[in-house]
C-alpha cells in the first residue's frame, strides 16, 4: 500500500473524529457510498483530489493539510522549483505535484499533473468537484471528456471549464502527458 495514500486516508479519518462526522455525510459529500468511502479512509480505494477538495471546503480545512499534512505558512509568495513540488499518487495512473502547498489562503490550487497511458478500452474514470478548472498540455496528447463531449489537446493548447460537470482524461499514443491544472 502506498504510505502517502494511506497517511491521505488516516488524516481523512482523524478529520471526521475531531470534527465528529459520519462517514456517511462524508461520502455522501464525495457522492460515493459509505464502504468505497471507508476504503479511501483505510488507503484501499482511489482518492481523487477533486473530492478531497470538496472535503477540505466543507470542512474549511486546507487542502495541503488533507494531502500532506502540512500547514501553509507563506503569504507573501511561495516557489516551487522545477520537479519540487510536494507530490500524491491518487492512483497507479495520475500524480499530481502541487505547485502551491506552502501559500497560506490561495484562491486557486495549481498542480502538474502526470497521466501515464492505459489501455483506451479501460473504462475512463470520470470525477467532478465544485468551481472551475483551467488545464494547459505541457508534454503528449490529453484526451478529456466533459460531460459528453470529449476533446483532444495537444502541447500548448488549454481549455477552461465547470469543473461540476463529470470529466475525465486519458493520455493518448501509448505516450505519458504532462498538464498543468488549476482548480479554481
Same mark, same amino acid.
Request: aromatic share 8%.
Given at each position: 500500500m502506498d504510505e502517502a495514500i494511506k497517511q491521505i486516508g488516516e488524516r481523512l479519518k482523524g478529520l471526521r473524529d475531531?470534527?465528529?462526522?459520519? +462517514?456517511? %455525510? @462524508?461520502?455522501?459529500?464525495? /457522492?460515493t457510498?459509505?464502504?468505497?468511502?471507508l476504503k479511501m479512509e483505510n488507503g484501499e480505494g482511489e482518492l481523487s483530489v477533486s473530492n478531497l477538495q470538496k472535503i477540505s471546503k466543507k470542512?474549511?480545512? +486546507?487542502? %495541503? @493539510?488533507?494531502?500532506?499534512? /502540512?500547514?501553509?505558512?507563506m503569504s507573501t509568495y511561495y516557489l516551487t522549483r522545477k520537479g519540487k513540488g510536494m507530490s500524491v499518487e491518487r492512483i497507479k495512473a495520475y500524480q499530481y505535484q502541487s505547485?502551491?502547498?506552502g501559500f497560506r489562503g490561495r484562491k486557486a490550487d495549481p498542480f502538474m499533473v502526470t497521466v501515464e497511458p492505459k489501455p483506451e478500452t479501460e473504462e475512463l474514470h470520470k470525477n467532478s468537484h465544485q468551481g472551475q478548472e483551467f488545464d494547459m498540455v505541457t508534454e503528449g496528447t490529453l484526451e478529456l471528456t466533459i460531460g459528453k463531449k470529449t476533446l483532444v489537446l495537444n502541447e500548448g493548447d488549454s481549455v477552461y471549464f465547470d469543473a461540476s460537470q463529470p470529466h475525465g482524461m486519458r493520455a493518448l499514443n501509448n505516450k505519458t502527458v504532462k498538464f498543468l491544472a488549476i482548480i479554481f
Open positions: 475531531v470534527l465528529e462526522i459520519s +462517514a456517511e %455525510d @462524508v461520502a455522501q459529500l464525495c /457522492e457510498d459509505v464502504e468505497t468511502y470542512y474549511d480545512i +486546507a487542502l %495541503d @493539510v488533507l494531502l500532506f499534512g /502540512e500547514e501553509p505558512h505547485l502551491a502547498s
